[in-house]
C-alpha cells in the first residue's frame, strides 16, 4: 500500500518535470525512472543505510581538515592522506566490523612499521649494493610467508585484513626507506594518522546511529526461528485446504519466508565475526555468547532442510481423502501448529532477551510430542484396507517429517535455553520457576539499573529496523513488552 | 596413509632437533608441532596456494624496482608507493578475482582523478576562505552518494572494490589539491603507478600458474554433483542395511559428502563473479555462461536438501522386515542407484566438458523413474494387513522424498544439457546422435586446433588439484579420458 501511494507521488513529479526529459529517448526515461523507485526503496527498507552515507562522508571531512588546518598540516605533511585513507577503507556499515578493521589495521601497522624498521637498518649493513638485494630478499620473504599465513582458516576469519596491512606497511616502509633516510619520521606519521583516521571511524560509528553487527546477529536469528514457526502455523491448514479443496488464492508468502534460513549461514558467520569485536552495548555484554548464536542458526537450517521438503508436498495434487488419511491429516496440522507455537515462542523471547518462557514453550514441545504419540496409536491401531496405500504415502512422508521437526524443535529450545542461561537473559516468569529466580538474580548484581524496570530491559533499542527490510512483521519490537 | 607417513617423517626430524626445544616447554613444543603440521598440511592440500604466495612475493619485488632504479624513480617519486600498494591489494588468489579488482581499480581512479580534477577547479573559483567549504562539501556528497550506492546488491557484486577506489582518489586528490597546486601531475602519476602495480599482478597471475576461477567454479559444480551421486548410490544399501542388519562399522564418509553442497551457495556466486572478468581460458571462452552454473547449482542445493532429509532415515532404529517392506526397499534402492548413476554421468561429463552421454544419462533416470513407476503399481496392487502400517512409515517417507529426488535428477541433467549447448561441449557419441554432430561442427569453426584430438580436448588442464582438497577422489582427471 505504501509501496503504490510513493510510487503515485513519484509519478505526479515525473510528469510535471515531463518538459526537461522531453529529449529523452522513452526507454532512457523509464530506466532513471526505475533506478530512482529503486534508490527509494533502497533508503526507505533500511534508514540505517541512508545515515552510514552521510556519516562516512562527515567523517572524511573531518579528516580533511588534517589538511585545511595549516598548524595540523605543517605537522603531518602529505602524510594526511593516510587518514583519509583510512577512513575510506575501515569506515565499515557496522560498529563491529569498523572496529575490528581499524584494530586490524592499527597494530598490523604497528607491527609492519616495528619489523620494516628493523629490516632496514638490517639491509643498510650490507653496503649499497647489498641494500637492494638485501630489501628485496625480506620484502619476498614477508610478502610470501604472510600471504601464505592468509590461507589459514581461523586467520582469514579474523585477521585477514590485519596481515594484508601487515605487508603493505613492511614493504612500503622498508622500500621507500631506500630513498627517504627520515624511515623512523615516516613510520611514526604513517602510524598517527592512522590512528587518527581509525579514531574517528570508531568514534563517529559508535556515536552516531551505530549499527551493531551483533544486534543484528541476534535479530536475524530471532527473525529465522520466527520465519520457521510461521510455515509450521500455517503449513497444517494449508496442507489440509490443499489436499480438500484445491489450491486457494489467499496470500501465501509467509509460508516462502522460511527459505531465506536456507542460505543466511555466511550472513550469520561474519555478523558474529564482526560482533566479537564489538563492545558491550545495550543488552548485549562484551563477552555475549556469540557463537552459542551459530549453534541456533546451525539447528534452524537443519530444520529449515526438513520444511523445505515439507513444502514440496503443499504443491503435490489432490487426492481424494478418506476417513483414516483426515485423522492422520489432522494429527499432521496439530503437531506443525504446536511446533509453530513454541518456535514463535523462542523467538519472541530472544527477541525480547527474556528467558523463554519454558511452561508455554515446553506446552507446545510437548503438544506436538503428544500429537505425534497419538500419530503413532493411530497407525498401530487402524488397519489401512479401505483405501489403497499409494494415497497414503505422501501423508506418511509428511508424519514422518514432521516428527523430524518436532525433534528439530526440541533441540532448538534446548539451546536457546542455554542461550538464555549463558547471557543472563531476564527471567520474566521468577514467580512460576523458582531456580530461573537465581538466574534473575545473578543478573541483577550485574546490571543493577536495570533491576525494577524489566519492561524497559526487554524493549528493543531504537532504532532497531528488522535485517534488511524482510523482517517477519509477526516478530516486531511492539510485540515484546511482554 | 600418505598423511601418516609425513607425521612420522616429521616426527623424526623433530625429534632430532630436540635439543633446541629443551628449554622450551611441554605446552609450548606440541603448539609448535600442530601448527608446523598444519601448515604442511594447507601447502599439501593445495598446492596452488604456496604458488600464490611466492607470486605475491614476486610482484612486490617487481613493483620495488620502481625505487631501486634511479631514473624510475626520478620519473615517478614518492607516487611509486602506488604501485606497490596496488599490487597488495590487488593480487588476489584467482586471475578472475586479481583482473577484477585491477580494472575496478584502474577505472575508480581515472573518473575519481578527473571529477577531483574539475572539483578542485570549481572549488579554486571561489576564493581562499570559500575553497575549502566548497571542497567539503564536494567530498562530503560524493562519499554519501558513492557510499549509499554500494548498498545496490548488483553494485556491491561487481563493482564494490570500484566505488571504494572512487571514494578513495576523489577524496586524496581534491583534498590534496588544497595544499598541492600540480594537482594534475599528481592524479597523472597515481594512475600511472596503479597501472603500473595493475599490470604486474595481471601479469603474473596469468603468467605463471594460473588460479582460473572459472575452472574452480566448473569443477565444483562437477564435484557437488558427483558428491549427491556418491551419496544415492551408496544410499539405497546402507539404508537396507541399516535396516536389516543394523548399523555397520565401514568407512561411510562417502555418505557425509553431500553436506557441503548444502552451504556452498556463497562459494559458488564469488566463483562465478570472478569467473566474469577472466578472459578465454582452456576450454572456456570469455562470454562462458557462468550463470548457468550457478543455476545447476541451485538446483543442486535442492536436491540436497531433500537428501539430507533421507539422511535421518540412515540413522533410525531398526525396524522387523516383512515382505512387503522389503519389496519396497528393493525399489527404493534401485531409485537411488539409478539417480545416483545419472549424476554421476553429469559430473564425469561436465568434468570432461563434454556433451554429456544423453543416452546413458537418460537410461539411468528412465529406470528411476520405471522403477518409481513399480513403486506406484506395488502400492495399488498389495494390501498392507499383513504389516502394521506404522514401521511403513519410514519407508514410505523414504520412497516419497526419492520420487522428489528423481525429479531433481531430471531437473540438474536438463540445465546440464542446457549448458552443454550453450557452452558447446564436445559431442564424443556423434555418431550415435546425428543431431548432436551439428553442435560438434559450430564448435570445431570456432576451434580448429581441436578436431582431430577429441581426447587432448577432454584432458582437464592441469594443474587442477580438487577445490580446497575436499574433492571426491571418484570423479578425478585421471578418470576422465574418455
Not at 503413532?376 to 491401531?381: D, E, P, Y
Amino acid at each position: 500500500m505504501d509501496m503504490e501511494s510513493t510510487s503515485l507521488e513519484k509519478a505526479t513529479v515525473f510528469a510535471r518535470a515531463r518538459p526537461l526529459f522531453k529529449g529523452l529517448p522513452e526507454k532512457l526515461k523509464a530506466k532513471v525512472v526505475e533506478l530512482a523507485r529503486k534508490t527509494i526503496k533502497l533508503g526507505k527498507d533500511e534508514p540505517r543505510r541512508v545515515a552510514h552515507s552521510l556519516k562516512v562522508g562527515l567523517a572524511l571531512n573531518l579528516v580533511s581538515l588534517l589538511y585545511y588546518f595549516r598548524p595540523l598540516y605543517d605537522n603531518f605533511g602529505v602524510s594526511a592522506m593516510w587518514a583519509v585513507m583510512t577512513v575510506v577503507v575501515v569506515f565499515e556499515y557496522s560498529v563491529g566490523a569498523t572496529l575490528g578493521k581499524g584494530l586490524n589495521r592499527g597494530f598490523a601497522t604497528l607491527l609492519g612499521g616495528a619489523l620494516s624498521v628493523g629490516a632496514h637498518h638490517l639491509a643498510c649493513l650490507s653496503g649499497e649494493i647489498g641494500e637492494p638485494i638485501m630489501l628485496g630478499f625480506f620484502v619476498f620473504l614477508q610478502a610470501a610467508a604472510s600471504t601464505f599465513i592468509r590461507f589459514f582458516p581461523k586467520i582469514k576469519a579474523r585477521y585477514d585484513y590485519a596481515v594484508l596491512i601487515f605487508i603493505l606497511t613492511f614493504s612500503l616502509i622498508s622500500v621507500s626507506g631506500f630513498r627517504d633516510d627520515e624511515i623512523i619520521e615516516l613510520a611514526r606519521r604513517r602510524l598517527l594518522t592512522i590512528l587518527i583516521g581509525g579514531s574517528v571511524c570508531v568514534i563517529i560509528s559508535i556515536l552516531i546511529c551505530p549499527v551493531w553487527a551483533g544486534l543484528d546477529l541476534h535479530n536475524l536469528i530471532a527473525s529465522n526461528i520466527g520465519k520457521l514457526g510461521n510455515f509450521l502455523e500455517g503449513f497444517g491448514d494449508e496442507y489440509i485446504k490443499t489436499s480438500k479443496a484445491g489450491e486457494s488464492e489467499d496470500d501465501k508468502s509467509f509460508l516462502q519466508q522460511y527459505k531465506s534460513v536456507l542460505t543466511s549461514k555466511s550472513n550469520e558467520e561474519s555478523l558474529a565475526n564482526f560482533a566479537k569485536w564489538e563492545p558491550g552495548h545495550g543488552r548485549f555484554k562484551f563477552r555475549h555468547p556469540w557463537n552459542q548464536y551459530l549453534k541456533i542458526g546451525t539447528l534452524a537450517r537443519q530444520c529449515a532442510y526438513r520444511i523445505d521438503a515439507l513444502n514440496g508436498y503443499l504443491n503435490t495434487e489432490i487426492q481424494p481423502s478418506s476417513e483414516m488419511r483426515y485423522k492422520i491429516e489432522e494429527v499432521c496440522k496439530e503437531m506443525s501448529l504446536e511446533c509453530g507455537k513454541a518456535l514463535k515462542e523462542l523467538a519472541l523471547a530472544i527477541k525480547a532477551t527474556s528467558q523463554p518462557s519454558s511452561a508455554n514453550t515446553n506446552t507446545h514441545i510437548e503438544n506436538s510430542k503428544s500429537a505425534a504419540k497419538n500419530l503413532n496409536s493411530l497407525l498401530k491401531s487402524s488397519v489401512w484396507e479401505d483405501t489403497d496405500f499409494l494415497a497414503a504415502v505422501p501423508v506418511a512422508a509428511v508424519a514422518s517429517l514432521l516428527i523430524e521437526v518436532v525433534d528439530c524443535t526440541e533441540k532448538i529450545a534446548e539451546s536457546v535455553y542455554e542461550l538464555a542461561s549463558m547471557a543472563n537473559f531476564k527471567s520474566i516468569e521468577a514467580t512460576v520457576l523458582p531456580e530461573k529466580s537465581q538466574i534473575r538474580q545473578r543478573d541483577d548484581v550485574k546490571s543493577p539499573a536495570k533491576v525494577d524496570c524489566p519492561h524497559v530491559c526487554i524493549t528493543v533499542n531504537e532504532p532497531t529496523p528488522a535485517i534488511s527490510g524482510n523482517g517477519n512483521p509477526s516478530v516486531t519490537t511492539r510485540n515484546l513488552e511482554l
